[in-house]
Antibody
């Protein structure tokens, strides 16, 4: 059974840092791209960052670029999100999500969906 | 960046109703669109990917269609467990933007 378990959330002051972790099990972690998605209280979903299976490709939303760093440790089946210079608007539940196997055609491969999600961890940025 | 809009934002319906939600992209995204269902306090659940392919285990009353810039999610006969918020997501290009959501409530 695929399981994703986030941890590391909590209360932090503006300008502070936090490191989120996502422990994966039930699948070959090193074969999948992974993602972080967040949801502010009462709001919709916002994609935050993605990392390819070997960490060769990394992408960020403009809202977090330069402040957040995504990483993974395939030996530990773990995904991370280092969050620095936190702002009040970063307050949200943070989910890790697995990328569905890509669709490949004509030499190109495409993302199709996020098929498994963790339960989320709440990050609150407040003084 | 590709922007997604969803209509309606809110929908009130009864058990047994046929429900249709529309998602529009600001530019063509081929068929790289997914639909998710989210219930309060829970993580999103994948319903449909590649615009029209049903995720394993999802009831057949859910269906998706469209390509390019206009997509629809249809629930053929609304069940009590379907009252939730539905989001579309484009995966044609980074960044993987989500639509603003459609809340389906009990009439």
């Amino acid at each position: 059974e695929v399981q994703l378990v986030e941890s590391g959330g909590g209360l932090v002051k503006p300008g502070g840092s936090l490191r989120l972790s996502c422990a994966a099990s039930g699948f070959t972690f090193s074969s999948y791209s992974m993602n972080w998605v967040r949801q502010a209280p009462g709001k919709g979903l916002e994609w935050v960052s993605s990392i390819s299976s070997s960490s060769s490709y990394i992408y960020y939303a403009d809202s977090v670029k330069g402040r957040f760093t995504i990483s993974r440790d395939n030996a530990k089946n773990s995904l991370y999100l280092q969050m620095n210079s936190l702002r009040a608007e970063d307050t949200a539940v943070y989910y890790c999500a697995r990328d569905r196997p890509k669709y490949c055609s004509g030499g190109s491969c495409y993302h199709t969906a996020f098929d498994y999600w963790g339960q989320g961890t709440l990050v609150t940025v407040s003084s | 960046d590709i922007q997604l809009t969803q209509s309606p934002s809110f929908l009130s319906a009864s058990v047994g109703d046929r429900v249709t939600i529309t998602c529009r992209a600001s530019q063509g995204i081929s068929s790289y669109l997914a639909w998710y269902q989210q219930k309060p306090g829970k993580a999103p659940k994948l319903l449909i990917y590649a615009a029209s392919t049903l995720q394993s285990g999802v009831p057949s009353r859910f269906s998706g269609s469209g390509s390019g810039t206009e997509f629809t999610l249809t629930i053929s006969s609304l069940q009590p467990e379907d009252f939730a918020t539905y989001y579309c997501q484009q995966l044609n290009s980074y960044r993987f933007t989500f639509g603003p959501g459609t809340k389906v409530d009990i009439k």
